[in-house]
């Protein structure tokens, strides 16, 4: 990538005019360390990997633009206020109009080093995105979620334990050949094989704040995915995973980390029992068979001790949670089970929801990225490196958006996910360009405050006991096919 300091700081400029609702968490030291852990070097470029990265955030957050137009949006914005010429932005703006004006000679239109230094072509952004490595990425999360935790250090916790929620979607991506060949494309009956990515989310359920992700082809399955991400838990952590997950060599590797879980029995699992310890709360152990040999070759134990904990709600089917939190006095039988009954005010945690329930917050993730945001539907990338780089602005946008949410949240004491994520997405929105074009200190002290007060004011109603049957699907009469009357 080619260097030009001068073009380096004029967009250094923009990037941080651009990002001062965001300037408290996304700070030149969290950049730093996480270009350190990932063994890159910024260097003096208009596209180096700081700027790579709000241009990706930039990218989220107006799905629908073209890339030319995030290029040139905040440039644009800026360009239109009347303290634009006196600026350091404006005055390189400006020198470089002369420059133009007084230039001799031809050059390509492809050559990086042109003399306007408050633009960047096309071309140039796309290649530097396709070489901007994903760990820049994957290090910006977990140095995000490590200030997180500091800044909140009870806000993720259940007890004792940190609990987390694991998984996983398909992303649709643009039908190209290039695409389809490295993720793969969807096929069922309908004929329709348009192509998809697959990913696998770790998050903070209380919170809704993304922890860790793996996006790959479809060919990988989301345990492979899943054993990828368990690698970073703590010996405090608690996941919480469907039935789909249920994979001795998973479950397995959660306890090598001397990590916590707890899911769905799969039928056809066969346990033996050792104690009960109360009506529907049970220890028991389970010897997977191994005929294969596939666990010993591994090294993994040749049987598991879990806690069943069974429960049969009105309204719903009997359900049988497996975990290896064997104590019943850590977590009990009612703090596991017990489903949202309280009609308690509008504010406060007024849903008291068993911990296990707390798991459809991931669903509830997904839908605020896929359809609030747009990730599901406004890629926009022909590569596979800049589908990572799309996907991972995503992300990146919406765990600070959580975070925004999280400090509304406490600065108002209501519970954050009763806030309302798309009103409070559309509250920032609104007071994007006021705080492109203030002056820091008035962004500090004046409108950061009242962004955090106008999303708190979209409080989620508190709905307890409703739900819905599934629909019954109609059988087609095969037998009657194709005869008249």
């Not at 967009?11 to 030291?29: K, P, V, Y």
């Not at 002369?98 to 960047?120: E, F, I, L, N, Y």
């Not at 405090?236 to 994979?247: Q, T």
């Not at 005929?291 to 040749?302: A, F, I, S, V």
């Amino acid at each position: 990538m080619f260097t030009d300091e001068r073009r380096f700081e004029v967009w250094n400029s923009i990037r941080r005019t651009d990002l001062q609702a965001f300037g408290r968490i996304l700070n030149a030291d969290v950049f730093d360390e996480a270009a350190k852990r990932a063994s890159v070097k910024i260097i003096a470029s208009p596209l180096s990997v700081i700027n790579l990265v709000w241009l990706g955030i930039v990218a989220a957050r107006c799905g629908t633009d073209s890339f030319t137009s995030v290029l040139s949006m905040t440039l644009t914005l800026l360009r239109d206020q009347p303290s634009f010429e006196n600026s350091f932005v404006g005055r390189q703006d400006k020198a470089c109009k002369k420059s133009k004006s007084k230039a001799t000679g031809k050059t390509s239109k492809h050559d990086p080093r042109m003399q306007d230094r408050v633009s960047v072509s096309e071309e140039a952004f796309s290649k530097a995105r396709q070489r901007m490595p994903l760990e820049m990425w994957l290090q910006l999360i977990v140095i995000l979620g490590e200030l997180f935790q500091k800044k909140f250090p009870d806000a993720n916790r259940f007890k004792k334990f940190r609990v987390l929620a694991m998984d996983g979607t398909l992303l649709n991506t643009p039908d190209v050949e290039r695409l389809k060949t490295h993720f793969g494309s969807s096929k069922n009956k309908t004929g329709s094989h348009n192509c998809q990515a697959k990913m696998v989310l770790l998050q903070f359920p209380i919170t809704r704040m993304p922890y860790r992700y793996r996006l790959d082809s479809l060919a990988k399955s989301e345990i492979t995915l899943a054993q990828d991400l368990v690698r970073d838990l703590r010996t405090d952590d608690l996941v919480l995973m469907d039935a789909g997950y249920w994979s001795y060599g998973l479950l397995c590797a959660i306890e090598k980390q001397k990590a916590y879980f707890a899911l769905r029995l799969k039928k056809g699992i066969t346990l033996k029992t050792i104690r009960v310890l109360q009506a529907g709360d049970k220890l028991v152990q389970w010897t997977p068979k191994d005929t294969r040999r596939q666990w010993r070759n591994q090294g993994l134990p040749t049987s598991m001790k879990l806690r069943l904990v069974t429960y049969h709600i009105k309204g719903y089917r009997p359900q049988v949670i497996v975990t290896n939190v064997l104590d019943s006095k850590s977590i009990t039988k009612e703090e596991w089970t017990k489903l949202a009954s309280d009609r308690g005010t509008e504010t406060g945690r007024a849903m008291s929801v068993g911990l296990f329930h707390k798991r459809w917050s991931i669903e509830t993730t997904y839908h605020d990225l896929k359809v609030v945001l747009g990730l599901g539907r406004n890629l926009r990338s022909r590569s596979p490196e800049s589908i990572q780089w799309e996907v991972a602005g995503y992300i990146v946008y919406y765990l600070i958006l959580r975070w925004l949410i999280v400090e509304a949240s406490q600065k108002a004491a209501v519970d954050p996910i009763r806030i309302s994520f798309k009103r409070a997405m559309f509250e920032l929105t609104k007071m994007w360009s006021t705080l492109l074009t203030s002056p820091i200190k008035w962004v500090e002290t004046e409108l950061i405050p009242r962004l955090l007060d106008r999303m708190a004011s979209h409080i989620v109603k508190v709905r307890p006991n409703r739900h819905y049957e599934r629909s019954k699907k109609k059988r087609r009469n095969t037998k009657t096919k194709g005869l008249k009357g």
